[in-house]
């Protein structure tokens, strides 16, 4: 990608940054008109939070606040997990309308139709993750500042990861829109359980053990709970961002050479 990417059917040069920021601006729009849409979308983490938190405090019989402490930062990667999972929904509607197509044939850049909407995940990411962290405050839970802003960054770096992976697989099942829900539920569950989000996999099989060392989302949790605990120099925090960087490379790569070949 280069600072004159030009169309194959087109003689327009086009700038892929500037293209990128006007698809950013794009995306963002609705977001910013129906906040509510945003707010609706922190009902499951919430649940989660009220209804599991209080499980893992009696069973664990350790303070709410620590649990707390070990709880939230699987929450705030479940938001990313399931925002950005199923974000290609959009787009796959986007085509079966015929909208995808007119951006296609715009004097844009191919990558950054791409690129902006993956970009596009990192604000409800992060206002996401700071109600929840918020909420979660005058009930134990400790916020170090420092940490929470590191954490922040790597839920976004994250997040356009995921965010890329679900384009690309709307891409890949376009007009199969039974297709996308299957591969995206079949997936993502687990995914979850293999983190370590919501129950701790020391007391796991060793076979679920073995698969969690290779699940990225798994180091991405470790790392956000170190991160949130002030614990910055932990040896998680590098093993999350580099599990972190991977994901978003990855899913940059086939997002974007998935989008060049869209039709």
Known sequence: MTATDIRPDTAVRVNPARDTWHV?????????????????????PLVFLGLFA??????SGAPVGETLQWFVP???????????????S???????????????????????LLV????KEIAPIVVQAIVIVLIAWPFGFTINVPGLV????????????????????????????????????????????????????????????AVSVVNPINWVVQAERALLAGELGDVTVLWGWIAALA?????????????????
């Open 54 to 59: 209080p499980l893992l405090v009696g069973t």
């Open 74 to 88: 699987g929450v705030l990667v479940m938001i990313v997990l399931f925002g950005t999972g199923a974000t290609g």
């Open 90 to 112: 959009n787009l796959q509607y986007e085509m079966m309308t015929g909208s995808h197509e007119r951006t296609l044939v715009a004097p844009l850049s191919r990558s950054s």
């Open 247 to 263: 994901v978003a490379v990855v899913g940059l790569l086939v997002g974007i050479r998935a989008m060049r070949t869209s039709s």
């Open 150 to 209: 590191i954490g922040l960054a790597l839920l976004a770096v994250f997040g356009v990861g995921l965010g890329s992976l679900s384009y690309t697989l709307a891409l890949k099942t376009k007009d199969r829109e039974w297709l996308f829900w299957g591969v995206q539920q079949t997936l993502i569950f687990p995914l979850l359980i293999l983190s370590g989000m919501l129950l701790p996999l020391d007391q796991a099989p060793g076979w679920m053990r």
């Open 116 to 119: 902006g909407r993956a970009l």
């Open 24 to 44: 950013l601006t794009r995306e963002l729009k609705p977001v910013v008109r129906d906040p509510f849409s945003l707010i609706f979308s922190l009902v499951q």
